[in-house]
């Protein structure tokens, strides 16, 4: 017995849609698109309930993040957002930017007079000196003026450094600890810089042993959807370090997704990062295939290739990181690769390969092409994650053999600079996530945030891939700036594409899901630099709507 | 000061030969509690009859010895084993073959209870020269022999010895001051050289210092327990690995009448070593008589006791 019928009307609804490009009123029942077009168009299903709450509002496709992690979920929910970048929080909430340290100091402040137990450590995430102004190490002197007694520990977003202050250096008994990663002043103190986990681990053990993986806090799933959500994702990934394969961790999933008014879909990919070989990954995945909701779905596998370019660990072909020459470092073994990827492909799986820099994306393509040669498949839509460094003759051989990728656009706005000063130089920079060329050659390319490495917020990615601006005001690369139209779509149906999901999201079109996002304004008729400002009402995800704020 | 753990880094890249090298160590431990730290169980081939129990993550031995797999996280499983109440006397861990070897061994210093000893890195005689000039890992496996305190070739048995000689002289030659070791007289007594040097004398501390800063490069490792002139009312504790050496004094009191002998040992690579050269630098080291005035001091802190 179908559902009742609900006429949602709109100023003007952009479909996305290949052949119908506009329309007025969308009918929905049972979480599914019945009818596009006008008023008198959706009544032929028969009666109807009109909802007029956003007739004055732009509907749009559900826009999808195509690359985040949930570990950002976990941090809303055990820790304190203290970092240099404008984020909302799962509330909905604008947190401003601590853009220096005195800042820093007074909202820690804040924070420690409403904390009750005096014994409860304080923790903060999203702290980078990098972005602040001045730029100014965060060393135990700064974080003593909070609390001499409670213990701090402040993750900085790259997730590779933490600032401690002195109770935390006391209680972990950092004098013990002979890391070089533990910064020390002249006089051999630690000054509560820690760098690389090496150094970092027995203050988190001591004061921050939530942040170890593996947590099944309902919290995360809630916070890591609502947080996309208040910025108008209707779907969104998590990026494949998460271990839906442990039957805890996979209930704990299901039952905080299965809640009727869990906010956004998540789509994940399977785990072939912490899981160690082949056969395991395999076996994991297809055990997990079809075990997820309507709101939990699996899909593809991801592995990763190299580290990340702002941390130097990327793998980049020849001259290398900018003036020193050096490269980064393999999170696996080519040699691996070469067997591994096939393995992968052979079993029918979609594999989602982090390539950050170029070499690494050299390499994914060179594995797909040998299993290509072994074992040819169609519509695999294996993808590349990041692949900031694509150029024209790597995108014509992914072309070649089917490889799609979803660029990190974001890292124009908040790391254009750094690039160009430290990592890539003028030329590498302003050529970075080509998403002109890819278009142009037909590679299917999204973008993403990458969150918690940069805040998620499809509008904001939409803009960086339509503007390539830094956050300073210079124009990265006019020649890969795609119109605003492109930029919605790889924020719809390409990410929908590379999900395998473009049947049923990405576009609205009679049959599929009823996911829409709800604008203020028309992001196509805007100045395409005032895109990221539109306000984001809501969002639609099955029918059901979910308000922005 | 509570006893550290030494810990012992396994670098090289994919397939040169760290986990064979692994499993002998652990077969032929004797009377060291060895725990060693993989990436994968599945690669690792203990024979079955030394197995005396295995338990989700971990592998006992029969000679108490125990393997265990990283898992995840790498730093959460050494720290476990450091706080064991029955903790290893060793601690081996494998990197993965695409980790820097150096950053690994920065984990060996991230507890309070374990200590970096040294960094081996394994390449394979066969391959190592191409993998060094591959596009992708050439600069990998370059940076992993660079990391060594001590550099293990494997296969030596299946290249023939003139392959062998040029491997090592390219070694030599692409990594100023690696030593080198063959992996097919890998027990201990035969790939190592031990020499130690004993004295019934407190030691001058600046000699000493200055010894162990010139020991010749094929001295692999070097500990002792030692007795200075300006600390002569403790031990100092001596450990020389690879380009590091620490000579620090033990927190527990020794009374002035204490048998208060020095002992060095130092462990070189057979064949390799010059032990002429070592004998040369210690012998300013070992004091010919016990000066008057220490003696003096001797009797007054032991009177003051």
């Given at each position: ?6 006429v ?21 029942r ?13 009544g ?19 826009l ?17 957002y ?13 947190q401003k ?7 820093l100091?007074n ?8 904390m ?13 000196p ?7 190490p965060?060393?135990r002197?700064?974080?003593?003026q ?10 900085h ?9 002195s109770?935390t250096?006391d ?8 890391a ?10 630690p000054t ?12 988190v ?8 993986g ?8 809630y916070n ?6 208040a ?8 990026g ?16 905080a997704?299965a809640?009727?008014?869990?906010p ?5 990919h ?5 899981v ?17 909701n309507?709101?939990?779905a ?13 941390g ?13 020459g ?24 979609q ?52 490889i799609h ?27 970075l ?31 960086c891939?339509?503007?390539?601006v830094?956050a ?6 006019p ?9 919605l779509?790889?924020?719809t ?11 049923e ?30 306000p984001?009402?809501g969002?639609?995800v ?7 704020g | ?12 890249y ?12 652990l077969?032929e ?13 599945g ?6 009859a ?16 125990v ?5 995840d ?11 064991r109440?029955?903790?290893?006397d060793r ?8 980790a ?9 210093e991230?507890h309070?209870?374990l200590?970096?000893d040294?960094?081996?890195?394994v ?5 190592v ?11 990998l496996?370059r940076?992993?022999?660079a990391?060594a ?8 048995d299946?290249?023939?010895a ?33 020499r ?20 010749p ?12 002139i ?21 927190t ?15 462990i ?24 008057a005035?220490?003696?003096d ?9």
């Amino acid at each position: 017995m179908p559902g009742p019928i609900t006429v949602f009307s709109a100023k003007k609804i952009i479909t996305m849609d290949a052949s119908v490009e506009e329309a007025t009123h969308v009918a929905v029942r049972d979480g599914i698109i019945l009818e596009v077009g006008n008023l008198d168009d959706c009544g032929a299903w028969g009666p109807y309930t009109l909802d007029n709450r956003f007739a004055d509002s732009i509907l749009i496709p559900g826009l999808i993040e195509s690359h985040a992690h949930l570990l950002d979920g976990l941090l809303w929910a055990k820790a304190h957002y203290v970092g240099p970048i404008d984020r909302y929080d799962p509330a909905g909430t604008l947190q401003k930017g601590l853009t220096n340290n005195a800042a820093l100091v007074n909202r820690l402040r804040e924070i420690e007079s409403r904390m009750t137990d005096p014994t409860k450590p304080l923790v903060g995430w999203g702290v980078d000196p990098s972005l602040n102004d001045p730029i100014a190490p965060i060393t135990r002197l700064e974080l003593d003026q909070v609390s001499k007694t409670r213990p701090i520990f402040l993750l900085h977003a790259s997730c590779h450094v933490a600032s401690v202050n002195s109770a935390t250096l006391d209680v972990a008994n950092y004098a013990a600890i002979k890391a070089p990663g533990v910064l020390r002043d002249a006089s051999g103190a630690p000054t509560g810089e820690l760098r690389e986990m090496a150094a970092m681990l027995v203050a988190v053990r001591a004061v921050a042993a939530d942040m170890i993986g593996g947590s099944t806090d309902a919290a995360q799933f809630y916070n890591f959807a609502r947080v996309a959500q208040a910025r108008g994702a209707t779907t969104i990934v998590d990026g494949g370090g998460s271990t839906y394969f442990d039957p805890a961790f996979l209930s704990a999933a299901l039952a905080a997704t299965a809640a009727e008014d869990f906010p956004a879909r998540i789509v994940a990919h399977n785990n072939g990062i912490t899981v160690p070989g082949a056969d395991d990954m395999i076996r994991f995945a297809k055990a997990l295939e079809g075990k997820g909701n309507d709101k939990l779905a699996f899909q593809g596998i991801k592995i990763i290739l190299d580290g990340s370019n702002q941390g130097f660990t990327g793998r980049l072909r020849p001259p290398g990181y900018l003036g020193s020459g050096e490269n980064g470092l393999w999170n696996r073994a080519p040699d691996e690769l070469r067997t591994l990827v096939p393995a992968l492909h052979n079993a029918g799986l979609q594999i989602v390969a982090h390539c950050n820099a170029d070499q690494a994306a050299e390499m994914f393509i060179e594995a797909v092409a040998l299993a290509q040669a072994a074992k040819p498949r169609f519509d695999h839509r294996h993808f590349i994650v990041h692949g900031q460094l694509l150029d024209e003759s790597l995108l014509r051989r992914m072309v070649s053999l089917g490889i799609h990728a979803t660029l990190f656009s974001n890292h124009l706005y908040y790391w254009g600079e750094f690039h160009r000063a430290h990592t890539f130089g003028a030329f590498r920079t302003a050529a970075l996530n080509p998403a002109a060329t890819a278009l142009r050659l037909g590679v299917v390319v999204s973008a993403h945030s990458d969150t918690p490495v940069s805040p998620v917020d499809p509008l904001l990615t939409l803009w960086c891939a339509a503007n390539r601006v830094s956050a300073t005001g210079r124009v990265f690369g006019p020649r890969e700036r795609v119109s605003a139209y492109d930029a919605l779509k790889m924020m719809t149906f390409n990410a929908a594409y590379l999900l395998h999901r473009d049947h049923e999201i990405g576009s609205i079109r009679v049959g599929k899901r009823a996911d829409f996002t709800i604008l203020a304004r028309d992001p196509l008729a805007v100045d395409s630099m005032a895109i990221r400002d539109i306000p984001v009402h809501g969002t639609i995800v099955g029918g059901r709507v979910f308000a922005a704020g | 000061m509570t006893r550290q753990i030494p810990v012992t880094v396994i670098g090289g890249y994919l397939g040169a030969g760290k986990t064979t090298l692994l499993n002998r160590l652990l077969a032929e431990a004797q009377n060291v509690k060895l725990a060693v730290l993989v990436n994968d169980f599945g690669s690792v081939n203990i024979d079955a009859a030394l197995i005396s129990s295995r338990d989700g993550e971990t592998i006992n031995l029969a000679n108490g010895c125990v393997c265990c797999s990283i898992g995840d996280n790498l730093g959460l499983a050494l720290h476990d084993l450091a706080e064991r109440p029955d903790g290893p006397d060793r601690i081996l861990i494998e990197a993965s073959g695409v980790a820097d070897p150096a950053k690994i061994s920065h984990y060996a210093e991230s507890h309070p209870r374990l200590a970096l000893d040294s960094i081996v890195v394994v390449a394979d005689a066969e391959t190592v020269r191409a993998r060094a000039d591959d596009k992708y890992v050439g600069d990998l496996v370059r940076l992993q022999l660079a990391a060594a305190d001590a550099i293990v070739l494997s296969r030596t048995d299946i290249v023939d010895a003139e392959t062998c000689r040029a491997v090592r002289t390219w070694i030599e030659t692409e990594i100023p001051g690696a030593r080198l070791a063959a992996s097919h007289d890998l027990d201990h007594g035969q790939m190592f050289v031990t020499r130690t040097f004993e004295s019934e004398l407190p030691l001058d501390g600046a000699a000493l210092r200055a010894a162990l800063a010139a020991l010749p490069a094929d001295v692999v490792r070097a500990k002792g327990i030692v007795r200075l002139i300006e600390a002569p009312d403790r031990h100092s504790v001596l450990q020389f690995a690879g380009r590091r050496w620490s000579l620090e004094p033990d927190t527990a009191e020794v009374g002035p009448l204490e048998r208060n002998r020095s002992v060095i040992v130092c462990i070189g690579l057979a064949g390799s070593i010059d032990l002429a050269r070592l004998d040369a630098c210690f012998a300013g080291v070992l004091p010919s008589a016990l000066p008057a005035a220490l003696i003096d001091e001797l009797h007054q802190g032991a009177l003051r006791s």
